[in-house]
T-cell receptor, first 112, second 110 residues
């Protein structure tokens, strides 16, 4: 019963390095999301994909790119990491609007 | 721009007493969600409220939605230590976006 799986769970990057956070869901959900969580700021939407083949910007998309590889997978790429991108990243999915979203376990990213 | 505001942001509760967390949002929506997050953990869905006047209850937690006032409340009855966590409300935006409040950190003490 995997649900939403994120990798890696922990990562330390140097400023300027690139990396991709991977997310996969096995619930046949249509919509997928990437959020970042910073202390005192709740969760802020980076990008989302309402359905396979579509992606849209959220509140804080700058410095990130996404790929909805297929219905199951939605990856988040940091092209040139900055210390301001130090955060906890959550991937989430839901079957469609009006339903709750289900979260992965989170990825702790530190940029030094 | 949709704003989702929770208050209070921090709530110190005494065991056995009742408390309420408020969630205000700035645009029309009839879908509101409550989540719980324990430290270092992911978010767990508590309630889905999909219409004006909706009320959901689970154990010591009860959530309600007033879409006309753009207000949802999470009421905690007879607080116990196990309810210590951070509680988030979230609102559906058009096109599938899903926006969260800043969260209310709850600490329950004897």
């Amino acid at each position: 019963n995997a649900g939403v799986t994120q990798t890696p769970k922990f990562q330390v990057l140097k400023t300027g390095q690139s990396m991709t956070l991977q997310c996969a869901q096995d619930m046949n959900h249509n919509s997928m999301y990437w959020y970042r969580q910073d202390p005192g700021m709740g969760l802020r939407l980076i990008y989302y994909s309402a359905s396979e083949g579509t992606t849209d910007k959220g509140e804080v998309p700058n410095g990130y790119n996404v790929s909805r590889l297929n219905k199951r997978e939605f990856s988040l790429r940091l092209e040139s990491a900055a210390p301001s991108q130090t955060s906890v990243y959550f991937c989430a999915s839901r079957i469609y609007s009006g339903n709750t979203i289900y979260f992965g376990e989170g990825s702790w990213l530190t940029v030094v | 721009e949709l704003k989702v505001e929770q208050n209070p942001l921090f709530l110190s509760m005494q065991e056995g007493k009742n408390y309420t967390i408020y969630c205000n949002y700035s645009t029309t929506s009839d879908r509101l969600y409550w989540y719980r997050q324990d430290p270092g953990k992911s978010l767990e869905s508590l309630f889905v409220l999909l219409s004006n006047g909706a009320v959901k209850q689970e154990g010591r937690l009860m959530a309600s939605l007033d879409t006309k006032a753009r207000l949802s409340t999470l009421h905690i009855t007879a607080a116990v230590h196990d309810l210590s966590a951070t509680y988030f409300c979230a609102v559906d935006r058009s096109g599938g976006k899903f926006q969260f409040g800043a969260g209310t950190q709850v600490v329950v003490t004897p």
